[in-house]
């Protein structure tokens, strides 16, 4: 094995610190920070959107970068870098001799003068496509600047990249010849395609080949083409040497009919290369015993205290009356997300004498329904129509059940995060939501969290109804909640096992 660490390009639309709206960014950013910290050399690149929390502490690079987006001569757009030099979620050099660069691409028409990263109050941004092909190919230009380039010198450039969701496919696809303009040095590293959602997945129509300088013999070989379109998911499946997902379930559900919108007969044909891995969470950021977030601290011992003061202060907060377990859930509002089965069963839980709490944006007709329940049952029943990550970790600390009745789900981290804080999650039986809760046994004093075992709204009340049981039974509520907390759902074992896939790709290793 060569004495140099192993570099890694990381391309992700989302950075948690920097801009997310889910999951995607706490990965791309946990991740690069663990692998650093394991000894690798990682450069994570994302845009520079106007909506970023720029870093407190960076600089520019000197001069534009050129990023080719179509055929013509007019169609290279010169990108400014912006390189934080502070430390991202828990810092960038390591005693292992690792380190982590954050390089965000600057384009003002397609980034910098967007307020957001898919879309802004207006909608849906209509060039993703184009916007997303500079991310992808603005990756590989910057790690050439930082690594040479690979057409160069047969030690230059990255040893692998890593392309995170449809947003950064085309890294991997030009890297594999379906740029002209690369040389074949780029063919060198190792290629790994992460699928977080495999519902989005870069469709586009064929004239976008001809648009982003795409060689038709991509689509005419089958690569690209998927059902008269372009699918830039698929290609990156195809091309890749392997292809991750976020946890072991989803991986084998991608493959079903059900599951796999309509690349399932693709991944159960590649499905030597295909592997879950469960993601991970920061468990020194998510802390209930340092979180400054919180109106008191507590860890597993005062727990009971400590919970006991979060949920009256979060019962203040946001206008829920005394008595009765807080039932909470934080979530974007979507169709997959399953909020509605959770909205379907609010009468009967409120009649138990349940609070509930639902916190999260998106569906308009969701976020009515949302407000009409609480209107329904004033102090009962309270609605935060935000997207607020401080208040989510109130959320967690403050409530007795965090629920997640997803219908499916890649692999959830709101669910590990509650665990981290005593919240004792109710989820449904699918995807990374049933790798990372174990059903509770209070005889057997076993389990975190309780599962409803079919996605329906009969189900998920009766693990609801579950949960509200357990309350009575003191002792086992508080052994499940400490149970719970001790959960190792750091990226310790995730990180190591993306280190040997790296490592199986690397051409030099």
Known sequence: MSARPLRILMVSAEVESLARTGGLGDVAEALSVRLAHLGAEVVLVTPLYGNTKRPRRSIWWDGPVPVRTGWGPDDVRQFGVLESVEPLGGGERT??????????????????????????????????????????????????????????????????????????????????????????????????????????????????????????????????????????????????????????????????????????????????????????????????????????????????????????????????????????????????????????????LVARGARILLVGTGDPELEDAMRRAAARYPGRVAVRIAFDSDLARRVYAGSDFFVVPSRYEPCGLTQMYAMRYGSLPVVTAVGGLRDTVQPIDPLRETGTGLVSWRVNPTDLLVACEDAIELTYDHRSHVAAMRRAMARDSSWDRAGEKYLQIYRDVARRY
């Not at 991310?135 to 910057?142: D, H, T």
């Open 95 to 348: 005693a292992a001799g690792g380190s982590l660069r954050v390089l965000l691409l600057h384009e003002p028409y397609l980034f910098g003068d967007r307020n957001g990263i898919y879309a802004d109050p207006f909608g849906d941004f209509g060039d993703s496509e184009l916007r997303f092909a500079a991310l992808s190919r603005g990756a590989l230009e910057v790690a050439g600047r930082v690594w040479g380039y690979p057409e160069w010198d047969n030690d230059a450039g990255p040893d692998v990249i890593h392309a995170h969701d449809w947003h950064a496919a085309l890294s991997v696809i030009d890297a594999r010849g379906g740029a002209p303009d690369l040389g074949d040095g780029w063919r060198r590293p190792g290629t790994v395609f992460t699928i977080h959602n495999l519902a989005f997945q870069g469709m586009m129509g064929e004239s976008s080949l001809d648009q982003l300088g795409i060689p038709r013999r991509l689509w005419n070989d089958g690569i690209l083409s998927h059902k008269g379109a372009v699918n830039l998911m698929k290609g990156a499946i195809i091309l890749a040497d392997r292809v991750t997902t976020v946890s072991p379930t989803y991986a084998r559900e991608m493959m079903t009919p059900k599951d796999g919108f309509g690349l399932d007969s693709l991944l159960r044909y590649e499905q030597n290369k295909v592997i879950g891995v469960e993601n991970g969470i920061d468990m020194e950021r998510f802390d209930p015993a340092t979180d400054r977030m919180l109106p008191r601290n507590y860890d597993a011992n005062s727990v009971v205290e400590g919970k006991g003061y979060c949920r009256e202060d979060l019962a203040r907060e946001v206008g829920l009356s005394e008595g009765g377990p807080i039932f909470a859930s934080v979530s974007r509002l979507t169709q997959q997300k399953g909020i509605d089965l959770f909205l379907y069963i609010l009468p009967a």
